[in-house]
Nanobody, 121 residues
């Protein structure tokens, strides 16, 4: 089994910063794409940013220039540095990882439990 454990959420004032971390553990051969999604009350879950094993990144337009996704492949850990936070960034943030459990396996998508980020105005 594979577990994703997130940390780093909290309450911050507008303009502040937070750093989220997500560590994947368990039976892991390789973690391919890792990233972050968020879901605000009454809204659909949306991609925030993701990163491949090779370091290629993808961001939603509203966070470009403010958020930075990175990863440590040796630790199967993905990070999200969030700067210049805005009230509209308030949401539950979920870590996502596509994981192969053995050589030749198909990558399966796993999710963390979510961490609340609240930005006050």
């Amino acid at each position: 089994q594979v577990q994703l454990v997130e940390s780093g959420g909290g309450l911050v004032q507008a303009g502040g910063s937070l750093r989220l971390s997500c560590a994947a553990s368990g039976s892991i051969f390789s973690a391919t794409v890792m990233g972050w999604y968020r879901q605000a009350p009454g809204k659909q879950r949306e991609l925030v940013a993701d990163i491949t094993t090779g370091g290629s990144t993808n961001y939603r337009a509203s966070v470009k220039g403010r958020f930075t996704v990175s990863r440590d492949n040796t630790k199967n850990t993905v990070y999200l540095q969030m700067n210049s936070l805005k009230p509209e960034d308030t949401a539950v943030y979920y870590c996502s990882a596509y994981v192969k459990q053995y050589y030749g396996d198909s990558a399966m998508n796993y999710w963390g439990q979510g961490t609340q980020v609240t930005v006050s105005s």
